[in-house]
């Protein structure tokens, strides 16, 4: 048994190194998915080649990853200076302020925190906010309501750092 990812970050701790997880049995209770997003991301952006023109991306996150997924953000503006990623904290109003995973955002709340701001090019958000095999949110939304309501294009990604920062650069797949 391992804690989740989430409580490193709650506690202020650095997260475990990947070899910690054993065989990742606890990946689908983010038991590591940060740790792993982490390592991809790094390992993709050293290995990444880009002469893409400006592009502006926004990525909508829950409390708790947040500092995460905004330092990977950094990270990639660092090497490709032409890119910006702004990276927003959403606060869970519909379940309530204590939870902080990503994946019990509603389009609720990121049409409610989200509205008027200039996103770029494209709203990347975590399939985790999503339903299985499908683009309806907890909330009954979809992600053409969203995409409606804020007027701009929305990506999913997957918990993997490598179709993370293909997003962000704008490589389709």
Request: proline share 3%; hydrophobic share 40%.
């Amino acid at each position: 048994m391992f804690p989740s990812d989430e409580f490193y970050l709650i506690a202020e701790r650095e997260l475990p190194p990947l070899e910690a997880y054993e065989d990742f049995s606890q990946y689908e209770n983010g038991v590591g998915m940060l740790r792993s997003l982490i390592d991809e991301f790094e390992k993709a952006l050293d290995m990444a080649e880009w002469e893409g023109g400006e592009r502006h991306v926004s990525i909508a996150t829950g409390a708790s990853p947040y500092k995460v997924i905004a330092d990977l953000a950094r990270q990639a503006e660092e090497k490709f200076p032409l890119l910006k990623c702004d990276v927003y904290r959403i606060r869970n109003d519909f379940f309530g302020e204590t939870i902080t995973v990503t994946g019990l955002i509603t389009a609720q709340d990121l049409i409610a925190q989200l509205k008027g701001k200039d996103l770029g090019d494209n709203l990347l958000l975590s399939n985790a906010m999503v339903m299985r095999d499908s683009d309806i949110f907890l909330d009954d939304l979809t992600i053409g309501d969203v995409e409606r309501e804020l007027n701009v294009k929305i990506r999913t990604t997957p918990s993997d750092g490598y179709e993370l920062l293909d997003a962000i650069m704008g490589i389709e797949w």
